[in-house]
């Protein structure tokens, strides 16, 4: 069974820093790419990050570039994604989801992923 579990949330002021990661079980890990995703109620979930099988190549939505930072390590079957400079706008639930690829392939839409974790909220405050 896979499962991918997501932690690192929290509530943190604007301007701050968060650490999230996704620890992924049940899959091989390095056959997958890894994405980053976020959900605030009342709207649709969004892309934020994505990182390719062997951690080359990564992909980011425009609001977040030069602020979030997608790796993993496949020895740990972990993804992380380094957010700073946080801002009230960031606050959300995020999703960590799983897309079989090939290996220089990287998709950024959601109806690739395959796997789901169960989201980490993280909330910005002004």
């Known amino acids: 069974q896979v499962q991918l579990a997501e932690s690192g949330g929290g509530l943190v002021q604007a301007g701050g820093s968060l650490r999230l990661s996704c620890v992924a079980s049940?899959?091989?890990?390095?056959?997958?790419?890894m994405g980053w995703f976020r959900q605030v109620p009342g709207k649709e979930r969004e892309f934020v990050a994505a990182?390719?099988?062997?951690?080359?190549?990564?992909r980011y939505a425009d609001s977040v570039k030069g602020r979030f930072t997608v790796s993993r390590n496949n020895d740990r079957k972990t993804v992380f994604m380094q957010m700073n400079n946080l801002k009230p706008e960031d606050t959300a639930l995020y999703y960590c989801?799983?897309?079989?690829?090939?290996?220089?392939?990287?998709?950024?839409?959601?109806?690739?992923?395959?796997?789901w974790g169960p989201g980490t909220q993280v909330t910005v405050s002004p």
């Open positions: 990182v390719s099988r062997n951690g080359r190549i990564t």
């Open positions: 989801a799983a897309d079989r690829t090939i290996l220089s392939d990287l998709r950024i839409s959601q109806d690739e992923f395959e796997y």
């Open positions: 049940g899959l091989t890990f390095s056959y997958y790419s």
